[in-house]
Structure formats: structure tokens, C-alpha cells
């Protein structure tokens, strides 16, 4: 069974920081793609960042690149999303989610993940 747990959102001024966090089971972690996404209200939900197994190859959207990081850590089966430099336009709701790479691509497009934590809300506001 897949298991993921987000943690780590919260309420930020613009241009503050957060770091996020998602604990995935261990089979998941070691054998599946692990992605960021996020929805805000009323848009649809996007991919913001994925990271493959094994190699460790990344994704990054256009609109976090140079700010958002995404990185494995092998002692605890976490992946975590490193948020800088946060503008308003980041506010919404963020999701973990996992898919079999299956010799794929790891690309994150919500259509191709198919386990989902519950999400962490993010805020970033003045």
C-alpha cells in the first residue's frame, strides 16, 4: 500500500520560505516517482516538481525553477520541497503524490500520478 504524508505548510510573508515535507512508504519511496503539485482555489491543480528513484533526475515547472528544490533523503523516506523567494501567486493547497515509473518519464502531470497525500495548505501573504 502507498502511503503519503505531507507536512510542513503553513503562513509566510512574500518572500519568506517554507519546506515541505512528505513521508512516503518505503516501497513507494525507493521504486516510484515522487512529485510535488499544487492547487490554488478555483484554478486546476499543476505540477510544481518531481524527482525520480535510482538516478535521482528532476523536474522542475518554469515558474519555481531558481526558487523551489526538490530532494530525496534515503534515512527516513522523505522528499522535501524547499520553497524560496515565495510570491502571493504561490498560495495553494500542496500535494504529494507518487506513480510507478514503469520505465517512464517522471514528468509531473496530474494525470500520470496516481497515489496522493491529503495536501498542505500554503499561504503566502502580507
Known amino acids: 500500500q502507498v502511503r503519503l504524508v505531507e507536512s510542513g505548510g503553513g503562513s509566510v510573508q512574500p518572500g519568506g520560505s517554507l519546506r515541505l515535507s512528505c513521508r512516503a512508504s518505503e516501497y513507494a519511496y525507493s521504486q516510484y516517482c515522487l512529485a510535488w503539485f499544487r492547487q490554488a482555489p478555483g484554478k486546476e491543480r499543476e505540477g510544481v516538481a518531481s524527482v525520480s528513484p535510482g538516478i535521482k533526475g528532476t523536474y522542475y515547472l518554469g515558474f519555481v525553477r531558481g526558487r523551489f528544490t526538490i530532494s530525496r533523503h534515503n534515512a527516513n523516506n522523505t522528499v522535501t520541497l524547499q520553497m524560496n523567494s515565495l510570491i502571493p501567486e504561490d498560495t495553494a493547497m500542496y500535494y504529494c503524490?507518487?506513480?510507478?515509473?514503469?520505465?517512464?518519464?517522471?514528468?509531473?502531470?496530474?494525470?500520470?500520478?496516481?497515489?496522493w497525500g491529503q495536501g498542505t495548505q500554503v499561504t503566502v501573504s502580507s
Open positions: 503524490a507518487a506513480k510507478p515509473k514503469n520505465g517512464g518519464s517522471c514528468f509531473p502531470d496530474p494525470e500520470l500520478y496516481t497515489f
